[in-house]
């Protein structure tokens, strides 16, 4: 993968108007090669026997068949590259930008809250945060109580269980989450800020949030 630079969309537009223009030349030597094929079937026709109207009309279409289709090729590669160049113009605008990701990943500063995320399938009666340290030793359980379905944000204090100040470091968290008597699977989501956008050699869009590599869909939240 390569870094986007500024010029991206423009080298998406000309590489489109290049490919477009080598179809159109593509289809027009095919119409020529045909119009000059039935002009000299015309010409060279047996009087007694002359070319079937029937035959004709169908050769006309096979031509216009084909004609559509090239037509519709180049509107659907106009549609993937705008798609393509909307995408890069959309990631690009998301450099320095705190984004919410899949992760369990959680940053603490002395001093500071710092905040995760979790992502419920259905609405929960009880959610419960559990944060441990970077040994796997519990430090704070967080009862968050009721949450309908969909992305929520939390907030730490960087206190402990027993109200001490926590160390400035990496934590973890897992979430836990129950509707009535069934246990539901929440997602757990970490703080991410976008570095810069990779574009594939096949045209995806993805961005680096320095913990990997995402795609614009994997975003489920932009602070």
Excluded at 167 to 194: C, E, F, H, M, N
């Amino acid at each position: 993968m390569s870094t986007v630079g500024s010029a991206t969309s423009a080298e998406v537009i000309a590489a489109l108007q290049k490919n477009t223009a080598s179809t159109a030349s593509k289809t027009d030597a095919a119409q020529s090669r045909f119009l000059t094929l039935l002009t000299e079937q015309l010409k060279n026709q047996d009087p007694l026997n002359p070319v079937d109207n029937a035959q004709m009309t169908s050769q006309m279409a096979q031509i216009e068949t084909v004609n559509g289709l090239e037509k519709l090729n180049t509107t659907l590669a106009t549609l993937l590259a705008n798609s393509q160049s909307g995408e890069v113009l959309q990631a690009a605008a998301l450099v320095g930008k705190g984004v919410m990701v899949n992760g369990n990943g959680l940053s603490l500063t002395s001093g500071s809250k710092t905040y995760g995320g979790f992502e419920l399938p259905t609405a929960a009666d009880k959610v419960t945060v559990t944060i441990k340290d970077s040994n796997g030793l519990e430090v704070r359980k967080l009862e968050l109580g009721a949450a309908d379905a969909g992305v929520h944000n939390f907030a730490w204090d960087g206190l402990s269980a027993s109200g001490a100040q926590a160390a400035t470091g990496k934590y973890s968290i897992s979430v836990a989450a129950t509707r009535g008597d069934t246990t539901l699977k929440p997602v757990a989501l970490q703080i991410a800020t976008v570095n810069s956008v990779l574009r594939s050699s096949s045209g995806s869009v993805s961005l680096d949030v320095g913990s990997g590599v995402v795609s614009l869909a994997d975003i489920k939240q932009i602070l």
